[in-house]
């Protein structure tokens, strides 16, 4: 369900919920305005992008998403990966990655495919934001401290040894106004707990900047000629057949993990709230807001975690508070735009130093490490030493592929067979008196039997067929059963028949019943040996 649609038919676009939704959407734009310039910035594209990717991804987010508390926009998990790709293929060669993403988020949200995200373990997660965190962090020196490092690195190490090389090149007056505005950032929501503290920090470090005029001190104004008092025009990327076909792998990339973090903050919501999201229809929606975002300057966008959460806090029950957010971004930037040019952007890394703070969730990853088991804390480590020194879709590739290898060992050890003494067999009062004939041997299997668990059968009965006459599997404690499992009870039958030994299988579950005889293992074992009860054996 289309979540403006939801809200509709639940009563929450009726007039007494407009001013809620028009506060919480005022209180959120406002908070996004320094967000949005912040990450473009890092981003490699201009600030004003930032702004007009939260216009139009936030107003068709809420218009066509399935959450309808979700508020969309440029977040920091993009700032690694955007940046990248605007580097080695320019702003034009991101909007047009973008404008492939938003393609692959519809279909995944129309091949029914939100619900596998959700499978992606807390490990790898933790792992890869703490990991962006990180590199966030670092990549704000520059313009925080004012330091000049030498380019043309690509890697993480090779970034951070040239800003280390830097240092001694300090400038003073970018770090005392960065570090001014950390301070602001910490201590306002203690003080002026109804006004959001990246708005007053920005403010505060752009009337210092303003009043004195630091030399040395870059802002958006003296970085990139301010912004335009405008909004910008519907603009069709030019883009060769070619270049596509190298942008798909970036293009996936940012379709990857605009999925994640946008069902993650919806699931978020739904935390908050007692609500509940459509994770295909948010798909949907995230990939009409990636479509249309670079048509209008824009670049990659998701859900905002912190925007969506603050949204909930102030207010918010529908997708009105969505809309008036890229509302009050239009009117910020058709009556302030003159104002940003004085914004430093030392400001600006501050915020962003708080945001990947947030993100690389220290406790969160510290706990882990302390008390997650040793092989989920292998997984975690590796994801975050793979994404900090390597790449993150790589990263994140390896962290669920080991992730998944670990959650089949743990499956195949729930996996036993046992052989079962007689007198320990457990019979129906009305069989009392059944007797096992002679040289029958019980096995009872217990858990999933897939391709995991199959070694475990031949190594258990690798010395039964020879002395038993009649070999009994009891299959009623097996929920399922794979192809893999099937192939190995196959060749358990033609082993026994080697032996001249008869295979039965008994109690087996409808479903595993089933899935036995489209296999044709019940036609070749005869109905005879596929018993309900082990009392039935004669």
Not at 54 to 71: D, H, K, N, P, W
Not at 164 to 185: D, N, Y
Not at 208 to 214: A, G, I, L, R, T
Not at 452 to 469: F, I, T, Y
């Amino acid at each position: 369900m289309i979540a403006i649609l939801e809200a509709k038919r639940a009563g929450l676009l009726s007039k007494q919920h407009w001013l809620n939704n028009a506060l919480a959407g005022a209180i959120v734009g406002i908070v996004a305005l320094p967000l949005a310039m912040a990450f473009a910035i890092a981003s490699g594209a201009k600030p004003e992008q930032g702004i007009y990717t939260a216009i139009v991804a936030g107003g068709l987010t809420s218009l066509f998403g399935g959450s309808r508390l979700q508020i969309a926009g440029p977040t920091g998990a993009f700032i690694v990966i955007l940046a990248g790709i605007t580097a080695k293929y320019g702003i034009e060669g991101l909007q047009v990655a973008t404008l492939m993403a938003g393609i692959m988020l519809m279909l995944m949200g129309l091949t029914r495919l939100g619900g596998v995200i959700k499978f992606i373990p807390d490990p790898v997660i933790v792992g890869f934001t703490s990991g962006i965190g990180i590199i966030i962090w670092v990549g704000q020196w520059k313009d925080f401290f004012g330091l000049s490092p030498a380019t043309g690195a690509e890697h993480f190490h090779e970034k951070f040894w040239n800003l280390i090389q830097a240092f001694p090149g300090l400038q003073l007056e970018p770090t005392l106004l960065g570090l001014l505005t950390l301070a602001v950032l910490l201590t306002s929501p203690r003080v002026l707990k109804r006004i959001p503290s990246p708005l007053v920090a920005m403010v505060i470090a752009t009337a210092v900047q303003w009043y004195f005029n630091f030399e040395n001190v870059a802002t958006i104004g003296s970085a990139f000629g301010g912004i335009p008092q405008n909004l910008p025009h519907f603009q069709l990327p030019s883009v060769t057949f070619s270049e596509v076909l190298k942008l798909i792998g970036p293009a996936f990339t940012i379709a990857l993990l605009g999925s994640i973090e946008s069902l993650l903050s919806a699931v978020v919501a739904d935390g908050m709230t007692g609500t509940k999201h459509n994770s295909n229809q948010e798909l949907i929606g995230q990939g009409i807001a990636n479509i249309f975002s670079p048509l209008f300057g824009g670049f990659a966008s998701t859900g905002a975690i912190a925007r969506t959460a603050t949204n909930i806090r102030n207010g918010g029950t529908s997708p009105i508070a969505g809309i008036v957010h890229a509302l009050t971004l239009v009117v910020i930037v058709l009556l302030l735009a003159p104002l940003a040019s004085h914004i430093p952007l030392c400001a600006l890394s501050a915020i962003l130093f708080v945001v990947a703070y947030n993100m690389s969730e220290l406790h969160r990853f510290s706990h882990m490490v302390r008390t997650a088991p040793r092989a989920d804390v292998a997984v975690l480590l590796i994801t975050f030493l793979l994404t900090v020194f390597g790449d993150l879709v790589i990263a994140v590739n390896i962290g669920v592929l080991l992730a998944c290898l670990l959650f089949m060992k743990r499956m195949s050890e729930t996996f036993v067979i046992e052989q079962q003494p007689v007198d320990a067999l457990k019979v129906t009062p009305e069989s009392a008196d059944f007797k096992l004939p002679p040289k029958t041997v019980v096995f009872t299997m217990e858990g999933p039997f897939f391709f995991g668990a199959a070694q475990h059968l031949e190594s258990a009965l690798e010395d039964v067929h020879g002395h038993a006459n009649i070999l009994v599997l009891r299959l009623g404690q097996v929920p399922f059963i794979d192809a893999t499992g099937i192939q190995a009870l196959c060749d358990l039958l033609d082993t026994c028949k080697h032996h001249k030994t008869r295979l039965v299988l008994s109690e087996a579950r409808p479903n595993v019943v089933r899935k036995l005889t489209l296999a044709g293992l019940v036609q070749q074992l005869g109905e005879d040996n596929v018993l309900k009860h082990l009392h039935e054996l004669h």
